[in-house]
């Protein structure tokens, strides 16, 4: 059961990508924001469910969640950023510059943990970096395009997206090391080995719904209604007069995404659960290689022979960093 909840949480994951991209349009200014909305409601719900079918402490779960703030908010955010970042930039940058994350975790923990890194992992690390800015050198089409579209300002922004992801993201991994590493030195209290990632992660999701609940403040403060402008521009205004579920429809690629994102997480749990952490890292790669290869297919998206070569090394870079467990 393992590797059937490994492949299905990397399949979830790949996915949901696809549809973050198809669900954060140019035209809907708040299409990001209401993505985390949708996300952070699916997210509610399974944490819900978790703590009815483990043996999560509820009672210490206040405490647990100040605790955990700092690691979910980098999540969070990170995620906001990418969601932000897909309305302008194509799928095929943004992921593979996005999961570059797992290559500065390694470095962040030799320098503040004093880990020792191998010569392996070092050269490993730099493959990555190159990859990374080959495929931003290269992108001289794409931000030709951006500033046609969207202006100079707007073309500059939506590119630094991914890289605010990878950095939110990587600091949240380092600080997720002090948290569920080990039962001893965890910063959550009344937890054991049996609860301790269950635990985090219903503080992860419970903080990911109240910042759904808080951004569905601040639109209503703003007087956006939530299903006012859809995802297909040429139906974008028409909103008056239909059903619930025809205005979620509406939003159908933003609801899709949190469903995959939800079930990623979910199944990702249970393997870990398991063990064999070196392996969910490995078979994390793979979200990126899905991803990337449905967006070819799916999104129709072209990058020049020598983007998909810098993308290529960006791969073998994490590939290798997974296997050498690091």
């Known amino acids: 059961m393992l590797w059937f909840f490994l492949l299905f949480s990397t399949s979830c994951w790949g996915i949901a990508e696809i549809f973050y991209k198809k669900g954060n349009v140019a035209h809907e200014p708040y299409s990001h924001l209401k993505t985390t909305v949708l996300v952070g409601v699916f997210f509610g719900i399974y944490s819900a469910v978790i703590l009815f079918l483990t043996d999560v402490d509820i009672r210490y779960l206040p405490e647990n969640f100040i605790r955990y703030l700092p690691v979910a908010l980098c999540y969070i955010l990170?995620?906001?950023?990418?969601?932000?970042?897909?309305r302008y930039i194509e799928e095929s940058i943004s992921d593979p510059i996005e999961n570059t994350?797992?290559?500065?975790?390694?470095?962040?923990c030799a320098v503040f943990l004093h880990e020792k890194l191998s010569l392996s992992a070092i050269l490993a690390i730099i493959v990555v970096v190159i990859g990374i800015l080959g495929?931003?050198?290269?992108?001289k089409k794409g931000k030709a395009d951006r500033r046609r579209a969207f202006g100079k300002k707007l073309a500059i922004i939506s590119i630094s997206m991914p890289f605010c992801y990878m950095i939110l993201d990587a600091i949240g991994t380092f600080l997720d090391i002090y948290y569920t590493d080990d039962v001893e030195t965890t910063l959550l209290v009344h937890v054991n080995e049996?609860?301790?990632?269950?635990t985090a992660n219903c503080c992860y999701e419970f903080t990911f719904l109240l910042v759904a609940i808080g951004i569905l403040i601040y639109l209503k403060a703003k007087g956006v209604r939530f299903f006012d402008v859809g995802e297909d521009e040429s139906n974008a205004q028409n909103s008056q007069n239909k059903t619930f579920l025809q205005k979620l429809y509406a939003h159908r690629n933003k609801t899709l995404a949190a469903v995959f994102e939800t079930g990623g997480q979910a199944t990702y749990l249970f393997a870990l659960s398991e063990g064999t952490g070196v392996a969910a890292v490995i078979l994390g790669a793979g979200t990126v290689i899905i991803s990337f290869v449905l967006s070819r297919f799916m999104l129709k998206e072209k990058l020049s022979a020598v983007q998909y070569l810098f993308i290529a090394t960006i791969f073998a870079g994490i590939v290798t960093l997974s296997l050498l467990g690091v």
Do not use: K, Q, R, T
């Not at 049996?194 to 269950?198: A, I, M, S, T, Y």
């Open 194 to 198: 049996g609860n301790l990632e269950h």
């Open 101 to 108: 994350s797992c290559a500065f975790v390694p470095v962040m």
């Open 135 to 139: 495929v931003g050198f290269f992108d």
């Open 78 to 86: 990170s995620m906001i950023f990418s969601y932000y970042g897909v």
